[in-house]
């Protein structure tokens, strides 16, 4: 008898989780309410919009008017205290002490084996205060490494609202909306502005290399914020965008996604995915007088050693069909890596893509490569072999991304 209604209790929790709904964010009545398109993913549990009316508009709204993109579902930790710097001058790539407070750094974090655990953006707020914005959770193996340390480490995800407002009349929407004083951030600043009796941050970041800020505010706040953006956006075209329109903007910009164009070190369940920072294009971060850090050791043995296996790379590929998880070969014959991210790039007219090679190729050799693309051609699949060149990253360069100070449509 106890067997059985162990059996039916197990079944009840199963089918409960499966009816779980996915989380809302703070700004979900508003996505809600402009969502034409109902396609939506799994952002770190939460409902988030691949997009919400046309991709390739939402896309080019980014890049000529301005979007408002919920970043809300992204891991936030405030961590704060007397050896809050000290801390994460331990724990993170980038040399802490440099941060000032009022402004910002991209870093990223290591295992003890000098592989890439994530990256993200660390503000900071105050000589001893300091928010983390991540992809993955992090919170046990950022409290084991606090040991020691007279700091409080605590997420703070639910409990703070973010928004990115990104493109070229971006600044002017802040300015109409009353944020008096935001054309003096620079780029990599932030600052704080009186909001519906609450504080927003407002920070001049963003994950499309275009003019932008992200704003974060106490969730209480969020759809009174959402408003006020919009109400000022409305004769500065700001329109509303999802994830596909923002990821491609990002490709545009160079820039890579944990679990996208590399993989974690807490999710690589094969040994030969795991990336070192000089692997993915981040050992522009290490600095050799920094101290000790975690991973330090192993790191510069790879860089002495010449143990470093794979380069992340930017690619021109001939033609214009994106090479979206294509196959790189060196010759046509020997498999030398994979695309991560391709597009069609409307602001380079090149078609582009971010791969992940094996050293030497894309690293000394950089001849002869060609990507495996299967193109739809009258309901079926064909075979191109198109030919790939290494190129630089970012693939476009925007100067009102770093005007001082922005453009006032």
């Not at 953006?121 to 105050?126: I, N, Q």
């Not at 002495?304 to 214009?320: D, F, S």
Request: hydrophobic residues 45%; charged residues 25%.
């Amino acid at each position: 008898m106890n067997r059985h209604v162990k059996i039916n209790s197990a079944r009840t929790l199963a089918q409960a989780h499966f009816r779980t709904l996915r989380l809302g964010t703070p700004f979900q009545p508003r996505i809600d309410a402009l969502a034409l398109t109902n396609d939506w993913y799994n952002w770190a549990g939460y409902r988030a919009p691949h997009s919400l009316w046309d991709e390739e508009l939402e896309y080019f709204a980014i890049r000529s008017q301005a979007a408002l993109f919920d970043i809300s579902p992204m891991t936030k930790y405030r961590i704060e205290g007397p050896d809050a710097e000290a801390y994460l001058d331990r724990v993170t790539l980038r040399d802490v002490t440099r941060l000032k407070p009022g402004r910002v750094h991209y870093t990223a974090w290591c295992d003890d084996e000098g592989f890439v655990l994530d990256d993200g953006t660390l503000f900071r707020l105050s000589p001893t205060r300091f928010r983390l914005c991540s992809q993955e959770r992090h919170l046990p193996w950022l409290l084991d490494s606090a040991i020691g340390y007279e700091v409080s480490v605590e997420e703070e995800t639910e409990a703070v609202a973010g928004l990115a407002l990104q493109g070229p009349t971006s600044f002017a929407i802040l300015r109409h909306a009353g944020f008096a004083g935001v054309e003096r951030l620079k780029i990599f600043d932030l600052a704080e502005f009186a909001h519906d009796g609450a504080a927003v941050t407002i920070s001049r970041t963003g994950f499309t290399g275009d003019l932008g800020y992200e704003l974060f505010v106490p969730a209480d706040n969020a759809l009174s914020l959402w408003d006020r953006l919009m109400a000022a956006g409305e004769l500065r075209g700001i329109r509303a965008i999802g994830y596909t329109a923002l990821n491609g903007a990002r490709l545009e910009a160079g820039l890579i996604v944990a679990n996208a164009d590399f993989t974690t070190a807490e999710h690589a369940i094969r040994a030969d995915r795991l990336r070192m920072p000089d692997e993915i294009g981040l050992g522009f971060m290490i600095d050799p007088d920094k101290g000790h850090f975690n991973g330090r050791r192993a790191i510069f043995e790879a860089r002495a050693k010449k143990k470093l296996r794979h380069v992340l790379v930017g690619l021109e590929i001939e033609g214009n069909i994106p090479a979206e998880h294509a196959i790189v070969y060196c010759k046509k014959s020997r498999e030398v890596g994979l695309v991560s991210a391709a597009m069609w790039s409307p602001m380079a007219k090149r078609n582009v893509a971010i791969a992940s090679l094996q050293r030497p190729y894309g690293d000394t050799v950089v001849d002869d490569l060609w990507v495996e693309i299967y193109a739809m051609r009258e309901l079926q699949y064909q075979k191109l072999m198109k030919r790939a060149k290494v190129v630089p990253r970012p693939f476009i360069k925007l100067d009102r991304r770093t005007a001082n100070p922005p453009a006032d449509f």
